[in-house]
């Protein structure tokens, strides 16, 4: 199969102390189409050195919360949210 069959290009959307760490507010990177929630978490965190938050982020897809150990089947349109832990009082 080729790139365009087997990977999909989506945004990732940097919120709070990832957007602190990224210094980016959005950021489009290639994916597999089909992909476990680990994995993408994986990707995003060496891809964008989040290793120091890597335990506390959580990730939306088009704003749903996305389930623990799950298969995503994403494509061009998604829009990867990654949510640190929120600080304030």
Request: proline share 4%.
């Amino acid at each position: 199969m080729d790139k365009i069959n087997t990977e999909v290009k989506i945004t990732i959307l940097f919120f709070a102390k990832a957007r602190e760490l990224t210094g980016h507010k959005e950021y489009k990177i290639y994916v597999p189409r089909e992909i476990s929630s680990v994995d993408l978490l994986d990707k995003i965190v060496h891809t964008f050195k989040l290793e120091s938050i890597h335990n506390q982020i959580i990730l939306s897809v088009n704003e749903e919360f996305v389930i623990p150990n799950s298969t995503l089947v994403l494509t061009e349109k998604d829009k990867i949210a990654v949510i640190p832990p929120l600080s304030g009082a």
